[in-house]
């Protein structure tokens, strides 16, 4: 798509039992020049103030490259009145061709009072045919798991990096998983903001001349920045979970020890700083030290090898974005089971 981009209209209001109506008014006004477009349905649900109009923003953007019907629901639970209203919009993208705008379309709704309920009613009845359902819930989930909804989604995405206590969200998340008889597959945006740094590690051992050391790693040191410790802490959770660590007890905040397979020690230390939630991660192999930097704002990875202190390589890779519309549109071009996630977290996951 190209990077002009107009959204059609911020949101009409429309009553509940006329959504689909307005929406076919809404096409028939676009005439020749609007294209309708949609590869999955793309729910949000948030309980933040204002959530409404902020995820309007972020789905505005997502749709240039991923179009979809987004269902975007602003709940207030805790709301003294009972209230349900809604609206639709279109945000659309002039082609690459510069002749027709490509068109995704919104359903708004803001639910407050024991009618945030209806949630897995509001969801059902606006999907999109037999297209992917993809769910992003924001915030914590709550006890107990609306058992009708998971049975409907393809992919959970939420953002562990916030949850104040990271065992009980998962057992919820895992419920859910249950309810949908595994169906459903878990996407952690925490795990997202690591993708290409865990890439930039994962290439250092393509050579098979590297695979030795893989065996003799002794040391991590990982640089967090505040807030993401639970970021660093699955990065060694991946590492753990790849080479066949095991955690060790005795961890604290800032040190977490393991044991390879042969029962030698490995320290991984973690270090506070301001920055990118992770803007240092060296691997210490004896005299050999890999090691991969983000720089505070750049957009890419200084990837470097050195023996002996002396630099033997250096190359520049791609950096991940921490905003959410970057870290959704990673995430929605990434498919598969997110396996290697699961294992990450269970290496760690009495540390998160």
Not at 3 to 25: D, N, Q, S
Not at 100 to 124: D, H, M, R, T, W
Not at 188 to 207: E, S
């Amino acid at each position: 798509m190209s990077a002009t981009t107009e959204t059609f209209a911020t949101g009409m209001p429309v009553e509940i039992g006329k959504i689909e109506r307005e929406l076919k008014k809404l096409w028939e006004q676009g005439g020749e020049k609007m294209t309708r477009a949609s590869l999955i349905n793309l729910a949000v649900y948030s309980e933040a103030p204002d959530s409404l109009r902020a995820n309007t923003r972020i789905i505005a953007q997502i749709t240039e490259d991923h179009a979809s019907r987004a269902i975007v629901i602003a709940a207030d639970p805790s709301a003294k009145e009972d209230r349900v209203e809604a609206w639709i919009s279109a945000h659309c993208h002039v082609s690459r061709a510069g002749r027709k705008q490509i068109c995704s379309e919104q359903i708004s709704f803001a639910l407050a009072g024991s009618l945030a309920k209806l949630l897995p009613n509001i969801v059902f009845s606006h999907l999109d045919s037999d297209l992917p359902f993809y769910l992003w819930w924001q915030g914590e989930f709550h006890d107990p798991m609306d058992a009708q909804l998971w049975t409907w989604v393809d992919r959970l995405i939420y953002d562990s990096q916030p949850w104040c206590d990271f065992d009980a969200q998962m057992r919820l998340v895992q419920t859910a998983q249950e309810e949908a008889n595994q169906r459903v597959v878990l996407c952690d945006l925490n795990w997202t903001r690591l993708v290409q740094i865990r890439l930039a590690i994962a290439q250092f051992f393509d050579a098979p001349a590297a695979l030795e050391h893989l065996g003799s790693v002794q040391r991590v040191e990982i640089t967090h920045t505040t807030g993401h410790r639970s970021t660093a802490v699955l990065l060694a959770g991946w590492l753990a979970a790849q080479l066949g660590w095991a955690l060790v007890e005795g961890a604290d905040e800032t040190t977490l020890s393991f044991s390879d397979c042969a029962g030698e020690a490995i320290r991984v230390t973690l270090q506070e700083t301001e920055g990118e939630p992770i803007s240092r991660c060296s691997l210490h192999c004896g005299t050999t030290e890999f090691r991969v930097l983000h720089p505070r704002g750049a957009d890419l990875l200084e990837v470097g090898t050195e023996l002996d202190g002396t630099e033997r390589t250096h190359q520049l890779m791609p950096a991940s974005r921490n905003d959410p519309v970057s870290l959704m549109s990673e995430e929605l071009m990434r498919g598969g089971p997110h396996r290697v996630y699961l294992r990450a977290v269970e290496a760690v996951r009495e540390l998160l």
